[in-house]
């Protein structure tokens, strides 16, 4: 089984560019598992060296994309790239080499102030959208989400949500519960935008049990921790997903940031796809 390849796109924006251009390549391996991380908002040799040291060693899995504009970032990321063996593109240079060369004037290097600007309230806008929206509350249409999130109760719509916000994506979030109808809005929105969550039924008792004991209700309760009820409640909820016609995303044993990745991936494959 051939080893999967991790594609590390580092950027001291968002990392959107050079996301939509990692896509494009993986497309071109298509019978290869290849995965996309992204490391937005990289302002300091700090938080460059804290991307690329845990890659060390890895030299057959990976591959790193920047689009830093910081000179001294840039200089700093080719030479751990180097020393680690990894193999680096730098996808920003060429583009600036060209319209130098055109232009005849050497570029500014101008890098967005991370916490300024237009991305900096695109941020706290879809930050405060997902808590506005959290949990089913719907205070906005669906329409006006980037990303809706279903699933069934603790399988982390929540946090999710919030990092996307803090991502820049306006998202949604509404649990999906046994024997409550789905919201007929969901049925409405377009159906790129929808992502379902699942996740481990024992996995999700864990999460539920520590849940009813620290509210200091008991285990029972509804079968709400009962495993029985547990795989009942997540079959009825993948009916639901399956109705949606949504990608179904297992949080099991993915961190939120990669959970986040694979959430943006798919909603923008799709989308793309209908474009």
Request: proline share 5%; glycine share 6%.
């Amino acid at each position: 089984m051939a080893e999967v390849i991790h594609i590390h796109v580092v950027a001291d924006s968002t990392g959107d560019t050079a996301a939509r251009v990692a896509r494009a390549a993986r497309a071109q391996y298509a019978d290869r598992e290849i995965r996309i991380i992204r490391h937005p908002r990289v302002g300091s040799p700090e938080a460059l060296r804290a991307v690329v040291d845990p890659l060390t060693g890895l030299t057959r899995t990976v591959v790193v994309f920047s689009t830093l504009a910081d000179e001294e970032l840039k200089a700093l990321l080719a030479q751990l790239c180097a020393e680690a063996g990894l193999v680096h593109v730098d996808l920003l240079e060429p583009a600036v080499d060209a319209l130098q060369r055109a232009i005849g004037e050497a570029p500014s290097r101008t890098v967005h102030p991370i916490g300024v600007g237009e991305d900096y309230f695109r941020r706290i806008q879809a930050m405060e959208f997902a808590i506005a929206n959290d949990d089913g509350k719907l205070t906005s249409p669906l329409s006006a989400a980037d990303i809706v999130l279903v699933g069934a109760s603790r399988t982390g719509k929540t946090p999710l949500s919030m990092y996307l916000g803090y991502l820049g994506y306006k998202t949604t979030n509404i649990p999906l519960v046994p024997g409550i109808p789905a919201p007929r809005a969901l049925f409405e929105v377009d159906r790129w935008k929808i992502v379902g969550l699942t996740i481990d039924p024992e996995r999700l008792q864990e999460i539920r049990h520590r849940r009813v004991r620290h509210l200091g209700a008991t285990a029972g309760r509804d079968g709400y921790a009962e495993l029985a009820k547990i795989y009942d409640e997540l079959e009825e909820v993948g009916a639901v997903q399956r109705r949606l016609g949504c990608p179904v995303l297992d949080t099991t044993a993915l961190a939120m940031e990669e959970a986040a990745v694979r959430v943006i991936e798919l909603v923008e494959h799709r989308r793309d796809q209908l474009a």
